[in-house]
């Protein structure tokens, strides 16, 4: 049980109070000014420090690229078949790897775990938290999307051993025949259950099991995609069939703010804190957040860890706002943009009553460089004291 007292406090949703902050139970309590508490509490005196939820980052691999180690710690890709989706990253990440401390101490404290891009279908994404030992004690929300991706990483992954998919068009064409078998999966499924007396039960097929909950519209697609025509293939192949996708990385989606203004698909955008290290990242920009939030899309900021190191997320979104996005809007990027994009935004990403306790308390601004975290908590415990 924790009592913060007369911190800064930006709820996100509801703005900035000066107030008192009470924890128990993993949970924010009561949010107020002079809050009474027993010795039980721990009292944080936060005068005069800002008080944010914790950060979030919507696509990541923290955990199964793990530092330091080369080939026996790189658990994101399955490289032997384009078809994968009913892989799970609960069976690859280890929460002992050290980023998961740097994220604790730059203030993230929930995370998407999402398989990498080498495969058209590369399997499901987990929503965790970034501090413990157990993975499972971690999970936020299990699976909270399935992966596909587009473009040059399953071209190259393939094309070099004269597999397929060579070509784009190869992508989609497999891409639509797994979503048609697994829709003809789900029916089967449906009338067996509807009267199984005179229909027969399929036979469990792992691959279109995994895809029924996308099937069914409770979670997305998260779409790998940078150049602007693979992500238009993407919302006509969601459009095809009736699916729900969120459009990661989009790189040149500032190139088609337009059109995707109509679409409004949430997007989740980055990482620009790197070298363009392939074609399809020749118009990689921070520009990007800006020009994507102007036109009224729900944009999420992402490390895409490692290739930016976690700790860095607040980096980015400080980034963005020198590159024009508005301060605000850069800060729902970290926070509560990405938990409804993730669908965990009952729990986390705003600073609310009855949310989990994930907090950072802060010396200053988190997006300028020099700030520092001072207390960071993670559902109720604090795990981080500068």
Known sequence: MILIKNGTINTITNGIKKCDLLIEDKKIKEIGENLKVTDEYTIIDATNKLIFPGFIDAHTHLGLWEDSIGFEGADGNEETDPITPNLNP???INPMDINFK??????VTSVCVTPGSANVMSGECIAIKTFGRRIDDMVIKN?????IAFGENPKSCYGRDDKTPQTRMAIASILRENIIKAKEYLEQ??????DPENNDKPEFDIRYDSLIKVLRKEIPFKVHAHRADDIFTAIRIAKEF???ITLDHCTEGHLIADELSTENYPV???TALSERTKVELKNLSFDTPKVLSEKGLSVSITTDHPVTPIQYLTICAGLSVKHGMKYEKAIE????NPAKALRIDERVGSIEVGKDADLVIWDNDPLNIYSNVLYTIVDGKIVYKK
């Open 189 to 194: 499924i449906e009338e067996y259950e509807k």
């Open 102 to 107: 740097e994220a604790i101490q730059g203030g």
């Open 268 to 270: 989740i955008v980055g």
């Open 242 to 244: 009736d699916l729900d």
């Open 90 to 92: 609960i069976d690859g």
């Open 143 to 147: 699976p909270v999307a399935s992966k």
């Open 333 to 336: 990027a970290i926070t509560i």
